[in-house]
């Protein structure tokens, strides 16, 4: 169905008339082979509270924006390539039924549907989208995703420390890596994640441990991997001298890699310690 519409005047004319509502604020939508394949509203959980947003879903993008007169008017458009997303379905819980998750590279959110058929329509459409778009493409589904924020009205303390409460004056940050609520103290570290922004991000304390952990590894493993090419491309026998040098440069680097596991496990133990006695 979606082939028979690319080049139909309905088609364009619908595109259209979504262009229009945005107006000036929004990007251009037409472009060959674009299909326009369902539209809605879906209620949008965001930092502050969930919140009802206008979603057209087309056959490469997904695009959404802010409800300023209904069916007329939109502002603030977002686009979400479809190539990037990845579905997860939610449980109900209390008020909050009819729900998915919407996992980017760059920004993940849940999204509630009013009614479950209209959920599992929305989900059937969206990922029927995803596996035509990744089988013409032959690319693979993106592997990482971001994290999705938790509300602020979920955390009235710090979630990392669990002892500064939040206030007008102690305002309330997320970390970037996972997502929680974190105050000040607790998140005063960035660190750079490619996938969402080409700029060091506010992370907790937790993640910058572990992610700078993590690069440390990485690149110790990266050292071995050359000393160990650089010796096979030589092309000359080893000596013994040669075989004991190798011998205490891998020794060395992996004592370095023990010590900072060691380092980083007695920082943990230590720091859960202290936050025993104080709490």
């Known amino acids: ?37 369902g539209e809605g509203v879906l209620t949008k959980v965001c ?4 919140k009802p947003r206008q979603f057209f879903l087309f056959n490469d993008i997904l695009v959404y924006g802010n409800i300023v007169i209904n069916k007329k008017k939109y ?3 977002h686009i979400i390539p479809l190539e990037e997303v990845k579905l997860e ?14 996992r980017t590279a760059s920004k993940s959110f849940a999204v509630y549907a009013a009614t479950s058929t209209e959920k599992q329509e929305w989900m059937a459409h969206i990922n029927k989208c995803i596996e035509d778009l990744l089988r013409k493409s032959g690319k ?13 009205s979920e955390a009235a303390v710090c979630m ?65 991997s050359d000393q160990m090419v650089s010796a096979d491309s030589s092309g000359e026998e080893d000596s013994d001298e040669d075989d004991e040098n190798n011998r205490s440069q891998q020794s060395f680097s992996e004592a370095t890699v023990e010590q900072v596991n060691i380092v980083y496990i007695l920082k943990t133990i230590l720091t859960n310690i202290y936050n025993d006695l104080v709490s």
């Open 140 to 152: 693979k589904a993106v592997a990482e995703h971001a994290a999705v924020w938790v509300p602020d």
């Open 89 to 102: 379905s939610l449980e109900d819980d209390g008020q909050l039924r009819n729900g998915w998750l919407i």
């Open 160 to 224: 990392h420390c669990k002892k500064n409460q939040f206030t007008v004056l102690n305002r309330r940050h997320h970390c970037r890596k996972c997502g929680a609520v974190v105050c000040g103290p607790c998140s005063n570290k960035r660190y750079l994640l490619p996938n969402q922004s080409s700029k060091p991000l506010r992370v907790c304390l937790n993640c910058y441990d572990e992610l700078s952990l993590q690069k440390m590894m990485n690149n110790s493993t990266a050292y071995k």
């Open 1 to 37: 169905m979606v082939d028979r519409l690319v080049n139909s005047e309905a088609n364009a004319r619908r595109i259209s008339m979504v262009e229009n509502c945005f107006g000036s604020s929004g990007q251009p939508l037409a472009v060959p082979g674009r299909v326009l394949v």
């Open 47 to 50: 930092r502050k509270r969930p």
């Open 75 to 77: 502002n603030k458009q």
